[in-house]
């Protein structure tokens, strides 16, 4: 058995609309083989590894258990049984995952199986699939094991602890786990923005972070100030809240001084420690106070000697200014029987399913370390003690989970006095989420009565003991810092608008996002050739998949996001976020078909559905083109908005009877009107020609992608007079949309240069050329990217065909895969095939070296369409080329008069690189300029 393929969808994609990982397994000689086959031996070992294998959902809950169904010798597959035991781990491991199915590959040989589970983190989950092909591998007839052997030494207890030791150290710690679900309740997004605990919520500019329960709001002078203990010490105390009495020292002698000088029993502490870690309590003799320091020493150069105080030890949690949750803390322990001794006692704790390593679980294993034989040496115990039945042997003597505490929840019962306290102490701190240590004798009767003290004041508090107590009631405590970081009506999300298709994508988003800086927002866009922050490009290259969506919400600056989703990132990682506010589907051609699965349009077709079927607000659909109209039956979203260039298409009409939306054009005494309808209102919104991109509506394809904008934009609430200011001021300019439809009209003949990577943009380029004013010839510069179908090459090749007078035809800049001459080769071949004569056709394999054919062949009054790869070098070839017999033109800078002029004197000469012209005055021009 063998993974062949991997791949993590981190968000909506064709195998489900949540994270999911995608393996293609070669299941070798077991291909046919199923749990039934294998035999009981082979089921008894798997579910003795895996008691819980499928109790959960496949998806199909009408098929039941799995592991049911595999007792029951019904043949469940390898493959569907390795999906199971891959999620089956990671709830092992802690995580809330479920999801699983697997099915044949169909016409592969050997023959694939595709194995699809749901995920919670990437490593782990691609780890626990690695598990468990090993396991099942374990299990099966060594004879039949094929490419997968399994180690002699192989021990699957041992490799199941260490997986999940593997998965909890990149699992978030309770505390960051608890705001995630807050959030996730709140439908407030999140990014993980690290290995470890630092988390966004919110998009763009309405993000918050926070690292554990340190939030982007918490002063960092409050930190520093609650991690000093004296200073804390002291300026509570000023305020008249109730502190132990403390003396600062460095060195052992010091700490007995300072405990004779504060008389009773003492505590030593770190002057900067955390987590209960080198703290001593009870301390009476001078020996147990050096023995103190010394534990303490070895967490902080300098330790705090204070008053002990007697009583119980609570955690009162204060959020923005209100007291949250209390909880009791009791230190790590056991309770004696009378028969065994402390080792074994600490075993039976530790065998507590609650308890774990470190944060990993609700509770944390006990250990006989140090600190533990420090305490059993105080009572005159060792390992192998058996106390009396009933006795408690405490192995801590602080009471921090992290440590093995058990915690109560009190919240219901602390005094009036006692919460007001814990919050004044936290406002004088000024923390807005904090851990307020008491030792009080009774939570519930006031400090002022009973006595008690603040040891410290924390901050980033940890949640576990509040989240999930030993004993008491749980509390929703990452609700209230979510609540102060997102008061209720504040957002929190920016707009989001997704757009896909296979021509127009890059060109709509720009529109799209020029419209939203005329309506005041600051758009994150991304593109085919970036990432866009407020219009200026940040990122370089193709930037269409989750990496690049990620880098646009995660920008402090945007207030809305455009995501032009292409096929690639869909079909590797999924779309970025698990919803849009607005999804369109601009159309859907034949591009890319034959690579990675999509073979036919309705495969294509149902991948770009992705966008709408997450689509929250509005579906923004093609109606003219049957392959994406039909994607109306697969989306939940409000409202659907079907654009068309026919105003009498029938369904769109009765859609608009009905008071759907929609965007179609209308003709007029002045030409063509692009009308919006929405609710029964009806909305002339602007003249085509009146576009710049459109080129005076003779540019049919600008005048779709301008309906989507202005659809996409009306769906996303921004208001109609800067959807028209936006249309009217968006051209296709290369700085505003470089490779798309970019005119040079300064050479005596005009050059038209174009990213058409497909039969359909080769055919709207062509129609354009077709309609512009043009006195000359046509001339085209025509390639195919090397990565398409032979089929595909010969289909642009068709498209422009009899539309130009003269083709030069040459390669795709990068070769993709196929050799220098085969794109040109197949591009004349068919070129010749749809009736071009031999003589128009020119094959010239070269890029620079086509382009600059082409533009010696212009001719006044001809227009030369290049179709061009590298578009700012290509660009930059058209606007420097200098037709034959133009003028030399010079960037001439003047530096003076000649003085031999004004006096009528014999002019001198001049140094290489100055001119001087009739009137004596003298320019400089630097040396080999040429302009």
Not at 742 to 764: Q, T, W
Request: proline fraction near 5%; hydrophobic fraction near 45%.
């Amino acid at each position: 058995m063998r993974i062949l393929e991997r791949a993590v969808y981190v968000g909506p994609s064709l195998y489900a609309h949540f994270p999911v990982i995608r393996l293609v397994v070669d299941l070798e000689a077991l291909a046919d083989w199923s749990s039934a086959r294998l035999g009981e031996e082979f089921v008894t070992g798997v579910l003795a590894a895996l008691p819980g294998l499928g109790g959960h959902g496949d998806g199909h809950e009408e098929r039941g258990d799995l592991a049911q169904r595999m007792r029951a010798g019904d043949g469940v597959g390898l493959g569907e049984i390795l999906a199971a035991a891959a999620v089956e781990l990671q709830r092992i491991a802690g995580e809330d995952v479920a999801f699983f199915r697997s099915r044949a590959i169909a016409g592969t040989s050997p023959p694939l199986h595709e194995v699809i589970y749901a995920y919670a983190q990437r490593e782990e989950g691609l780890a626990a699939a690695a598990l468990a092909l090993k396991l099942l591998a374990g299990q099966v007839p060594e004879a039949l094991r094929g490419s997968e052997p399994v180690a002699a030494d192989w021990q699957w207890d041992t490799a199941r602890i260490d997986f999940i030791r593997y998965a909890q150290r990149r699992a978030f710690g309770p505390s960051t786990a608890a705001l995630v679900k807050a959030a996730e309740v709140r439908g407030i997004p999140w990014l993980r923005l690290n290995a470890q605990s630092l988390i966004q919520f919110g998009h763009g500019r309405y993000q918050q972070r926070i690292q554990a329960t340190i939030t982007g709001r918490t002063s960092h002078i409050a930190v520093q100030l609650a991690s000093d203990k004296e200073e804390t010490n002291t300026l509570l105390a000023g305020l008249g809240l109730p502190v132990p009495r403390q003396v600062l020292v460095t060195n052992a002698q010091g700490a007995v001084r300072a405990a004779r000088q504060l008389g009773g029993a003492v505590v030593t502490k770190p002057y900067n420690g955390n987590h209960g870690r080198g703290i001593s309590i009870d301390l009476h003799t001078p020996e147990q106070v050096i023995a103190g320091f010394e534990a303490a020493r070895l967490h902080s150069r300098s330790v705090i000697v204070e008053t002990f105080i007697a009583g119980d030890d609570h955690r009162l949690l204060v959020v923005n200014g209100e007291l949250i949750a209390a909880t009791r803390r009791t230190p790590g322990h056991v309770v004696g029987d009378g028969v065994a001794d402390i080792a074994e006692l600490v075993d039976r704790v530790n065998a507590d399913p609650r308890r774990g390593i470190g944060h990993e679980k609700v509770l944390t294993q006990l250990e006989l370390d140090e600190q533990a034989d420090l305490m059993l040496e105080r009572l005159g115990y060792h390992h192998f003690t058996v106390p009396a039945a009933g006795e408690v042997v405490y192995l801590r003597s602080t009471a921090n989970l992290s440590t093995g505490g058990t915690a109560t929840d009190v919240t219901d019962l602390i005094h009036p006095d006692n919460r007001d306290m814990a919050v004044r102490a936290v406002s004088a701190i000024g923390l807005d989420v904090a851990g307020v240590d008491f030792i009080s004798p009774d939570i519930g009767e006031s400090y002022a009565k009973v006595g008690g003290a603040i040891c410290e004041v924390n901050a980033a508090p940890g949640l576990r003991m509040h989240v999930a107590p030993s004993e008491g009631q749980p509390r929703d405590v990452g609700g209230p810092v979510l609540d102060m970081l997102f008061p209720p009506g504040s957002p929190a999300r920016v707009p989001i608008a997704a757009i896909t298709g296979t021509n127009g994508k890059t060109t709509t988003a720009r529109m799209l996002a020029h419209i939203a800086k005329m309506a005041g927002r600051t758009p994150g866009m991304t593109t085919t050739d970036g990432v866009y922050i407020d219009g200026r490009r940040t990122v370089e290259g193709d930037m269409t998949g989750p990496v690049a969506a990620r880098m646009v919400l995660g920008d402090p600056q945007i207030d809305i996001a455009i995501l032009e989703t292409a096929r690639g990132g869909l079909l590797r990682a999924g779309l970025a976020v698990p919803e849009v506010n607005v999804g369109a589907v601009l159309n859907v051609a034949s591009d890319h078909l034959g690579r990675q699965g999509i073979d036919t349009l309705p495969q294509l077709a149902q991948l770009k559905r992705i966008v709408v079927e997450v689509a929250r607000d509005c579906a923004v659909l093609n109606a003219d083109d049957p392959n994406v109209i039909r994607m109306s039956a697969h989306t939940d979203a409000r409202a659907v908005c079907y654009v068309t260039t026919n105003p009498s298409h029938a369904l769109v009409r009765a859609h608009i009877r009905a008071g759907g939306r929609a965007c179609a054009l209308e003709a007029g005494v002045n030409g063509q009107m692009i009308t919006l309808y929405d609710g029964g209102r009806h909305i002339p919104l602007m003249w085509t020609h009146l576009i710049p991109a459109t080129l005076e509506g003779r540019a049919t394809h600008n005048v779709s992608n301008a309906m989507f904008a202005a659809s996409l934009a009306h769906a996303l609430g921004l208001k109609l007079d800067a959807i028209r200011q936006g249309l009217r001021t968006f051209d296709t300019t290369f700085f505003q949309a470089p490779g798309r439809m970019n005119l040079f009209s300064e050479h005596p003949f005009k050059v038209l240069m174009d990213y058409a990577h497909n039969a359909h943009a080769a055919s709207a380029i062509a129609a354009l050329a077709g309609r512009m004013d043009v006195s000359g010839r046509r001339i085209v510069v025509l390639t195919g990217p090397g990565d398409r179908r032979d089929a595909d090459l010969v289909e642009i090749a068709r498209a422009v065909a009899g539309r130009f007078d003269h083709y030069i035809v040459r390669r795709d800049d990068a070769l993709r895969g196929r050799g220098p001459e085969d794109v040109p080769r197949i591009l004349a071949e068919a070129l010749r095939e749809a009736g071009v004569p031999a003589s128009a056709i020119e094959v010239i394999p070269d890029e620079q070296q086509a382009v600059d054919a082409a533009l010696r062949l212009g001719r006044a009054g001809d227009l030369v369409v290049v179709f061009a790869d590298a578009l700012a070098r290509t660009w930059k070839q058209i606007t420097k080329f200098r037709p034959a017999g133009a003028p030399e033109a010079h960037h001439t800078v003047a530096v003076g008069r000649d003085p031999t002029h004004d006096a009528g004197l014999e002019p001198e000469a001049l140094p290489d690189g100055v001119v001087r012209d009739a009137r004596g005055l003298v320019f400089a021009r630097p040396p080999g300029a040429d302009g």
